[in-house]
């Protein structure tokens, strides 16, 4: 733990009510959403401005103090857990918008600026903020980018990364580095801004982000089709994106509905049951795009691949078909599901769901597997729920085992341990199966070029040297 | 110059015949479109497997031997010269298309894969490579990564980077790394291919790529507005931005169109006589569209914005219009033009433009300056013409003093030296208008990285230790 004079230095640096040490608040910034690690930070700090982060910074590189950036802690990996008496540096009153161009469709946000905060900004201005995810109403700008973050948007907007025009950064040596400038073309040498993007704050604070809007959609439609196996939903899929730009296409098991119908508030898609649905949205401009939709619908239904389905007619249909496949995880939450995240290319995605099945079929037939994920960016969230007659110590100790065999199939189909939920603590130790040894340790050489002391939440993506 | 006995020793490591030293290829290899520094490499060698330049670049490293690699030396900052005894690693024959997927839309790639070749390809298959410049028909594709070459459907499709789904690149060390497996989601931990994009061959060789195709556009269509002024091209821009999306949006200048005219062959747009002209492009999908594009050009003509305009309504009407603007740089360089190639975020153009023909204007006034540009993405070319009774040497000489004046206030903007041509040598000793000493330090940290015995491209993007 950090001691107490090294503690009041950090006072003098900030607002001294801004440093928090009682036990609760220690409690409340020391984890994030994995809740697998007791929190224990030395204390939470409140920068007000860049530089005042510089000044932590810089204080902690006197005295060799690890610190945490801290933002929504929606993640989903550790990557914002203190656990070993870091001082966690918390973005919480950075969360202003700082600018806002029109005509650039450009938004100068502080770190802590609220996804769901961004999304509604850009709407006031008849724009359009598409990255979006279950957390996008606690979630911060600055983890977003920090982790790169995904969601259900991606098979049409992309990552976080694409809407990142400019940054400004903190490294770990504490100086101000401001990336990119928001500049569309810049061929001037290495594009730092792309390291700090998914870095989960290892080489530096995020402490300002220039974020690009779009245009707002035009009548977003979304469709809700049952398949009779899971094969059939990859050419459903290449049917629908041959004819339209679409805007998602995720899927869910016969498994996971069922867990949401349970509910008893959402209604049900249509009569049929079906072993897999997949949910579709486009942009449904004119007539003619909804008629390509149908279209496309009857011939997968001619071919057998589809064998009912239902289209939305206005937004509060959107919003009940889209609640069949939001309200999946926090329904499954119930059952303490244990849960990966995994990516691997498209096309490979109906062997390699075939193969994780049956090794877990096979060695835990009491597990029930929910299924669900962007399937249009080949990310799928395996989730294992607990038997309601097991201990939860032997549920997790089981399903790691599980853990290494998925990680042994995700590295044979050349896939990723973390589609889009980092890697933090959760994943560290698995990294192997997703990059090199060679680039390992290119990337604990970079990160010695902007945090040379490891200060930069430290044991996050590595283990501690 | 490298060694006979070095150079033997390379012979052993490649077919001896794919090691050339006769004067003439040393000439043809050893530079680029620049043409300003005398060629002078001490050999061409020309690998035809991953291995064989894994094996270059450990012979290399073994003897402290310069290589810069070689694509289709189409480059306009010198970042594939040879001028210094280095050895060049040409691609030429690691050209194959070595794999397509239908589903995921991609395609694996040879770095000496042709940009034309992969349009063709993809187009072949019902598909679209959306980069395209005005060198697509020699420009390579690992020289397009190597300088994430942009090029005219920036607006709507973004630069080289967007659509690169894997690197495999052998680095300065002899390492092959496998960067991001073609993944759509992937994190964990830093995004190594985003670094060598753009990289100019200092880090690393790009050995094969994974790149994206998209769908087919639909319709391409083209208007040519004439404005009475710059400053109405901005809000020309913003309108149709607001109503279509946009495939294109490029500017010229009455002086660019006059020379364009000049040749004969291109009929003119209208007969309006206009300072400025816009060209844009779009999907028209359907009739809603074209009528939505007909609409915001009267809404244009009513602001007094636009004074005369033609809409594509045929695909050689396409290309006629289209050659209005891609005719300007091939017609020009009669008039042996001094060029920049700078971008500010696009707000800022007008009083930038402004700002740098003052300038000139005011040094030079005998200076004929042709302004074209990728408007929509901020970027802008500045030729200057030399008068035809100046030596070339004195030309150049007085142009060099501009240079200083144009980069002072490319930073007062805020904007790039170089938007999509690179640095390589000619944009090396103005780095540090466009970025801070700060991140020079970190990018030249990072290089050696990847690179500890500097023999990549050494010269390239910093000036040589």
Redesign the interface.
């Known amino acids: 733990m950090t001691n107490t004079a090294v503690l009041d230095e950090l006072m003098t640096l900030v607002d001294p009510s801004k440093v928090l040490t009682d036990p609760a608040s220690l409690e409340a910034y020391g984890k994030d959403w994995t809740k697998h690690y007791p929190p224990a930070p030395s204390a939470i700090v409140f920068p007000r401005s860049i530089e005042q982060v510089q000044a932590i910074v810089a204080w902690a590189n006197r005295h060799k103090v690890a610190l945490v950036p801290s933002g929504g802690r929606t993640g989903l990996s550790g990557a914002a857990v203190a656990a070993n008496g870091e001082v966690v540096v918390a973005f919480d009153y950075m969360n202003k918008v700082l600018d806002f ?4 469709r ?1 938004v100068v946000c502080q770190p802590g600026v609220v996804t769901r905060q961004l999304q509604q900004f850009a709407e006031e201005h008849g724009l359009y903020y598409p990255v979006d995810f279950a957390s996008s109403g606690s979630s911060q700008i600055g983890g977003n980018i920090g ?2 973050a ?1 969601g259900i948007k ?1 098979i049409r907007y ?2 976080t ?2 809407w990142v025009a400019g940054l400004k950064v903190v ?1 770990g040596k504490g ?5 990119n ?12 801004r ?2 700090f ?3 989960e704050g290892t ?1 530096g604070f995020v402490v300002e982000a220039t974020m690009r809007l779009d ?1 707002a959609p035009r009548n977003l439609t979304a469709m809700v089709l049952g398949t009779p196996d899971f094969d059939s939903i ?1 050419p459903v899929l ?1 049917a629908f ?2 004819r339209l ?1 679409l805007t998602a296409f995720e899927f869910f098991s016969d498994k996971a509905l069922a867990k949401v119908m349970g509910r008893g508030d959402v209604p049900p898609p249509f009569e049929t049951d079906c072993p897999f649905y997949a949910l579709l949205e486009f942009e449904a ?2 007539e ?1 795009v909804a008629n390509e939709a149908l279209a496309t619908f009857e011939q997968c239904v001619e071919q057998g691949w589809v064998l009912d389905g239902v289209m939305s007619q206005s937004e509060t249909q959107l919003k009940n078909l889209w609640k069949l496949r939001e309200y999946i995880s926090e329904t499954i939450s119930h059952w303490t599901p244990y849960k990966n995240d995994i ?5 490979k995605v109906p062997a390699f769901l075939r193969d994780i099945d049956a090794i877990v079929g096979q060695h835990y037939p009491d597990f029930e597997v929910v299924w669900y994920g ?1 399937i249009g ?3 799928l969230h395996l989730n294992i729920l607990k038997p309601d007659d097991m201990a939860k110590d032997e549920f997790f100790a089981r399903c790691a085992t599980v853990n290494k065999w998925v990680f042994e199939i995700v590295e044979r189909y ?10 933090g603590m959760t ?1 560290r130790d698995y ?1 192997g199966y ?3 040894a ?3 340790a ?2 604990k ?2 990160k010695a ?2 945090d040379p002391n490891g200060i930069m939440n430290p044991g996050k ?1 590595f283990a501690p040297e």
């Open positions: 161009n029109a005509f650039d450009t982790t790169n995904g991606v992309g990552m990364r694409n490294t100086e101000v580095l401001e990336l400038k928001d500049l569309i073309k810049n061929a001037t040498g290495y594009d730092l792309q390291l993007i998914g870095a080489l245009r990859m290449h994106q041959g730009d401009c004119n003619d990516s691997i290319t498209v096309s962007h960016d080949g990310n050349n896939g990723s341990i973390s589609a889009e939920h980092g890697v994943k990294l997703s990059r090199s060679a680039e390992i290119c990337m050489a970079i070029v902007f993506i």
